[in-house]
């Protein structure tokens, strides 16, 4: 099935966007956590959202989650390992299966801190932003998962099942349920080492051999998710109208650029989507 919108994230962008779309008519594809982003279930108390002074993370996720459920919109829980420009369609790779959609919106948020040594340099050659994608290539080995998501420590389980030993670094989430081939070490990684491939993991106070090392954030570069796609670094280009330099690539949020605001991520959702269906309706006519 092609969808006609694809939209990547369930924070404040991705949630507006999914519901400018789907009054629009589209059919959408609405991929992230259906808890939504922790952005938003985290925050202690927001003073700048209009109509809801005070409210507090939990309360404005409540509303966003009871706003799409009135308009039949549902969240597909995936993480999205890439997304592929295919010339008037796009291929998201969601762990094992390859999703179609006509026009795609980054609602992804912004990968916070630095990478790390080593990160970029092996990327595709023994570093992985997605346990589910590539797990399966390192049956029977140890690998290393930087854990800083909340949804690491299950992936880390899941990694259990196919490796031999999980060496788990909780750099931010939880930590996994108790398993004899799970070690978890609280020190912090400093770099990623190799040779052609990844061999290990170092940190600040030793070096741990892997063939693998997950990276697990809430959000990845998107340089690395969006392949072709410009950025500054942190964020995707935008124009006004959140087009990025990808025809039917739109983005929105965090990723397009700060401030980091809740109501201008909304904001652009409601852009993004409105640009999303003007794009669709002129590939329509021009066919
Ligand atoms: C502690 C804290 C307090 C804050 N307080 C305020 C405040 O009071 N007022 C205010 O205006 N702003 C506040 N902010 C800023 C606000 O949280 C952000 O600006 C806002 O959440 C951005 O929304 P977004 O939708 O762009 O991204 P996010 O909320 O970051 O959501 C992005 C979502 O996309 C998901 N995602 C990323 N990559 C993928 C992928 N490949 N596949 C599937 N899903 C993916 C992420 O997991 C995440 O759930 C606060 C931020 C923090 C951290």
């Not at 800083?148 to 939880?174: C, D, H, K, R, W």
């Not at 983005?251 to 401030?259: F, I, L, Q, S, T």
């Amino acid at each position: 099935m092609r969808y006609d919108i694809a939209i990547i994230g369930t924070g404040p962008a991705g949630v507006s966007a999914a519901i400018t779309a789907k009054i629009r008519g589209k059919n959408v594809l609405l991929l992230g956590s259906a808890a939504l982003s922790p952005k938003i279930t985290k925050a202690h108390r927001i003073d700048n959202y209009p109509g809801l002074p005070g409210v507090t993370g939990a309360e404005l996720a409540e509303h966003l989650r009871g706003h799409l459920a009135a308009l039949e919109i549902s969240v597909t829980e995936a993480q999205v390992g890439a997304v592929y420009a295919m010339g008037d369609w796009f291929g998201l790779q969601a762990g094992e299966e390859m999703l179609e959609a006509r026009a795609v919106i980054a609602a992804t948020g912004v990968v916070q801190g630095k990478l790390l040594a080593g990160e970029d340099e092996f990327l595709g050659r023994g570093v992985s932003y997605c346990a589910t994608c590539d797990g399966r290539f390192y049956k029977g080995k140890t690998v290393a998962v930087i854990g800083q998501s909340a949804e690491s420590p299950a992936e880390a389980e899941y990694l259990a099942e196919i490796a031999q030993n999980v060496l788990y670094f909780p750099t931010g989430g939880g930590t996994p349920s108790a398993r004899d081939n799970i070690t978890v070490i609280n020190e912090k990684p400093t770099e990623i080492i190799g040779g052609k491939a990844v061999t290990g993991l170092r940190t600040e106070k030793a070096l741990y051999g892997a063939a693998c090392v997950f990276v697990l954030r809430d959000a990845v570069m998107p340089d690395k998710l969006f392949p072709g796609a410009e950025t500054d670094g942190v964020h995707l280009k935008v124009d006004n109208e959140m087009r990025t330099n990808i025809p039917g690539l739109f983005a929105c949020g965090d990723v397009a650029g700060k401030p980091y605001q809740y109501i201008k991520a909304a904001g652009q959702g409601n852009i993004a989507a409105l640009s999303a269906v003007g794009y669709l309706r002129e590939l329509d006519n021009n066919q």
